[in-house]
């Protein structure tokens, strides 16, 4: 094999790693740009938020199967930022016991900046707060619980928040979570065969700017 093939070759092969299995969760390198394969699945999420009744949303999906992008991309959205007055990330990961669990949901994006960080609150005071904040910002909030593995939490949450209307969103690699109350569900999974070969292209083939090579897809799976 020629060297400069063989250079090129090899290039290549350490780009693949990153786009085993095919995954589109890292795959846009402008911010505003909507990950290879997301669109309907972005859409389907927000019109669940927007105008599905279900309070409780389950997004499960495999390790780095882009739950977390998805999400990131409708939380962001214009239509979800003006409907929820107040918005939460909670990483469950990091939430050892209930006063943290409660703090994160203080930690809300409509926070004021001169407003009391809510580790420094006093965990007698934490609903208290919790429910200042809700009078005060706005009763219609969403919840979003990162890494989630059963149901406890979320009912706990529930409970804490009864009082006002809003939804909880549950990113969770188990796909057999049980949850007996109202809730939707969105799966992701693993990319169609035209959107696994443009990222393949996307990844692995630059234009000479650096930027990746445009390709084309339509709904035969034909990749241009």
């Known amino acids: 094999m020629p060297t400069e093939v063989q250079n090129y070759h090899q290039e290549v092969m350490e780009r693949l790693p990153a786009i085993l299995p095919f995954t589109p969760h890292s795959h846009c390198e402008e911010q505003d740009t909507v990950p290879i394969g997301f669109m309907e699945k972005i859409e389907e999420l927000k019109n669940i938020l927007l105008r599905d009744a279900a309070p409780v949303i389950f997004v499960s999906g495999e390790q780095l199967s882009g739950k977390t992008t998805l999400m990131n991309q409708v939380y962001k959205d214009i239509d979800v930022r003006n409907h929820f007055k107040i918005r939460s990330k909670i990483d469950m990961s990091k939430t050892r016991c209930l006063s943290d669990l409660l703090r994160a949901v203080l930690k809300h994006e409509e926070r004021e900046t001169n407003s009391m960080y809510p580790d420094a609150i006093d965990e007698l005071k934490i609903i208290e707060e919790i429910q200042r904040t809700f009078r005060t910002v706005g009763n219609r909030y969403l919840m979003v619980m990162d890494d989630v593995d059963d149901t406890s939490s ?12 809003g939804k909880i ?39 000479a700017d650096d930027t990746p090579a445009p390709v084309a897809v339509d709904r035969n799976n034909d990749v241009q």
């Open 154 to 165: 979320l009912h706990v949450l529930r409970h804490v928040l009864g009082g006002w209307e």
């Open 169 to 207: 969103v549950c990113l969770t690699r188990n796909t057999r979570i049980q949850y007996e109350e109202l809730h939707a569900k969105v799966e992701i999974r693993p990319l169609e065969l035209a959107y696994q070969l443009q990222l393949l292209v996307h990844v692995a083939f630059l234009n």
